[in-house]
């Protein structure tokens, strides 16, 4: 791990100043990502601003038919958040079954979805969700934030301050997770709204996708059953050393098909 200077601002305003002009600055939100990567010497950031004191980001609030959940929220306050299991309780769920209790009391949902994990649970729940991601100057659709393999649409110096997820008629989550580290295997979600259903797969490929067969045989009817003449074409999917793509494309079938029989 190289030098780097370290700033602990206490606003937005004062996080962006502090990354500003500099060579290679980096957001700190629990480090359970960017901690390892700089050990690693994959990341050797010139500046490390710590988000733990800026008090806004860790907001969660309903805002009429929106969930608003700051990037500092960590996954256990979200998994015992009332508001969240009042608003949209698939979020709730699924954050209660990331990692484990140390991964949860540390790991942040801006961290989670800026670092892009193909096989984190978070971003299938945005993407189903229709979520918009919400940055210091702009808004990003999450179907456009998602670009590649840890890959997002963040700029360098783009801090990331809510997520804004659409409240559904019912959604849920499901996932395979790999026994070791909890990430997804093969996760899904589903979400039902007014104009039709959308599904999103995390965990199978290189990055967050929805499934327009599943959408549309659900948007026909809400059921597991309507799932059953849906082809998951496994060409599309992963093979590495927790599961072929072959075994990916029924996980997913069966994941979508225990979220659908979940959703509340
Ligand atoms: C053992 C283990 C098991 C895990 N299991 C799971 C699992 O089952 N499911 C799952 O989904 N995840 C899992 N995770 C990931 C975990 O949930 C964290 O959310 C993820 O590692 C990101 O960590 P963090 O929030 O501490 O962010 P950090 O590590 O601090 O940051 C990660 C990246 O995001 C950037 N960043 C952070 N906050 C912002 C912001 N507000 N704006 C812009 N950029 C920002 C940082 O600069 C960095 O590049 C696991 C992690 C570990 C270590």
């Given amino acids: 791990m190289d030098n780097f200077e370290f700033h602990?601002?206490?606003?937005?305003?004062?996080?962006?100043?502090?990354v500003d002009g500099k060579d290679e600055p980096k957001f700190l939100a629990g480090g359970q990502s960017l901690i390892p990567v700089m050990k690693l010497d994959m990341a050797q950031p010139s500046d490390l601003v710590s988000l733990a004191g800026v008090a806004t980001l860790k907001e969660i609030k309903e805002d009429g038919d929106t969930l608003v959940i700051g990037a500092m929220a960590t996954h256990a306050t979200v998994a015992e958040s009332d508001a969240v299991t009042?608003?949209?309780?698939?979020?709730?769920?699924?954050?209660?079954?990331?990692?484990?209790?140390?991964?949860?009391?540390?790991?942040?949902?801006?961290?989670?979805?800026?670092?892009a994990d193909p096989a984190?649970?978070?971003?299938?729940?945005?993407?189903?969700?229709?979520?918009?991601?919400k940055t210091h100057k702009r808004e990003i659709a999450a179907e456009d934030f998602f670009t590649e393999l840890f890959e997002t649409a963040l700029e360098e110096g783009e801090l990331i301050t809510a997520i804004h997820f659409k409240k559904p008629k019912r959604s849920w989550y499901e996932k395979f997770q790999s026994p070791a580290s909890k990430y997804a295997i093969a996760g899904v979600c589903v979400a039902e709204y007014d104009d039709g259903v959308r599904v999103a797969i995390t965990g199978?490929?290189?990055?967050v996708f929805r499934h327009a067969g599943m959408e549309k045989a659900l948007s026909g009817n809400f059921d597991p059953s309507a799932l059953d003449g849906v082809d998951v074409d496994a060409g599309e999917l992963r093979t590495d050393v927790e599961a072929s793509a072959e075994y990916r494309a029924h996980l997913v079938k069966v994941m979508a098909k225990r979220a659908v029989k979940n959703a509340r």
């Fill in 86 to 115: 009042k608003a949209i309780p698939s979020i709730a769920s699924m954050a209660g079954h990331i990692g484990d209790a140390q991964v949860r009391n540390r790991g942040t949902i801006g961290g989670s979805v800026a670092h």
């Fill in 204 to 207: 199978a490929g290189n990055k």
């Fill in 8 to 18: 602990k601002p206490t606003s937005i305003d004062d996080a962006i100043k502090a």
């Fill in 120 to 133: 984190a649970d978070y971003p299938a729940a945005l993407v189903a969700l229709n979520a918009t991601v």
